[in-house]
């Protein structure tokens, strides 16, 4: 009995100090990405990703849009195609924001439009509105946030 109680007492000891020998320093890369993250630290930080949006317009008022764009640019492509797509005109980037939401409004004789990051879509159309004038509505309105 005492030998078996000695040899399960060595083999338990055995697999401990296997185990603890493959366990990574701590402040190694392999310990970091492994116990970091589980405090909240590491790879669980938000990332700076950003996602644009952009509106283009014709002189007639036609309007391409989008909120998809991984860049700058593609999403004044996106935009530029859609206004094409839509007027057959010749089209023109009005403006272009990102990871935040926008609004543009138009009316009989004013247009204005609105953007930043950190407001919300409801605050950027009322502004939109308010800044355009009577006889405006909301012609395009949304968010470009990472991760969509």
């Keep these: ?18 185990a603890l020998a493959q366990q990574p320093e701590p402040g190694s890369a392999a310990y970091n990405s492994v116990y970091l993250p589980a405090h909240g630290a590491g790879d669980t930080k938000r990332s700076n990703a950003v996602r644009w949006g ?10 391409g849009w989008t909120v998809d764009g991984s860049s700058k640019e593609e999403a004044a492509a996106q935009a530029l195609k859609e206004c ?24 009989p004789e004013a247009s204005t439009w609105s953007s ?4 919300s879509l409801a605050w950027h159309r009322n502004t939109a509105l308010k800044e355009c004038g009577s006889g405006c509505t909301i012609r395009r309105d949304g968010c470009a946030f990472p991760g969509k």
């Design 54 to 63: 952009a509106l283009a317009r014709t002189e007639k008022g036609s309007l």
């Design 116 to 119: 930043a990051g950190g407001k």
């Design 84 to 107: 094409t797509s839509n007027s057959g005109e010749k089209c023109s980037v009005v403006f272009t924001f990102y990871n935040g939401c926008a609004a543009f409004a138009a009316g």
């Design 1 to 18: 009995m005492k030998t078996a109680i000695a040899a399960f007492g060595l083999t338990a000891l055995l697999v401990a100090s296997s």
